[in-house]
C-alpha cells in the first residue's frame, strides 16, 4: 500500500519471460510460480518426466543387449524391461525426495510442521524437476556429447530443486544443497542395492 506497486513483478510479465527466468534459476520467478500462480500439473509432470528417464534408460538396456536372433518367442518382451526401469526410476526419485525431507526435518524441523509444509515442498520438487524434459531431447539428437549432455541436464536439475527448497522454506544457498546431497546419498544408496540385485538400473 506504500509504495502503490505489486509485491510480485511477475505478476505483470508475459508467461514466456516467467519460463525464461524459471530455466535462468532465479529466485523470485520460482516464488511466482509456487505461490502465486494456480498451477496444477506436479503430479504428471512428474510422471513425464519418470517417462522421460525411463525411456532414456530402457534404450540403454537395449543398446547393450546383443540379441540377435529374428525368431523371438515374445515379440514385444522388452516392453517388460521398460516397465521395470520405469520403477526403479520411480523408486530413485521417491528415495532422493525422502532423503531431502529428512534432511531438511533433521537441520530445521520447525520449518516442516504441518502437513501443508510438506505438501508445499514437494510440489516444489516436482515442479522444479522440470529439466527431465531435456532427456527426450538429448536422446533423439544422440552425438558424441551425449553423456556430457546428461551430466548438465543432471546439473540443472539438482540447481532447480535447491532453487525451490530455497524459496518454498525461505533459507540461505547452503542448506537446500546439504538437503539434495543426502538426497543424492540416500538415492545412490537405492541404485547399489539394485545392483547388488543383479538388476541393471
Known sequence: KSCQKPVDKYIEY?????LINAILCKAQAYRHILFNTKINIHGKLC????????????????????????DDLIRYAKEWDFYRVFGIASLEQTSFLVGIFIALWWMRPEMLKTKSDFILLLKALLLSSYGKLLLIPAVIWEHDYTPLCLLFIKVFVLTSNSQAIRVTLNLNRLFPWLAIFFGLILENGVVCLFQKMGWDV
Not at 14 to 18: A, E, H, K, Q
Not at 62 to 67: A, G, I, L, V
Open 14 to 18: 508475459d508467461p514466456v519471460i516467467i
Open 47 to 70: 510422471i513425464f518426466c519418470l517417462l522421460c528417464e525411463a525411456y532414456l534408460r530402457w534404450l540403454q538396456l537395449q543398446d547393450s543387449s546383443q540379441n540377435t536372433d529374428p
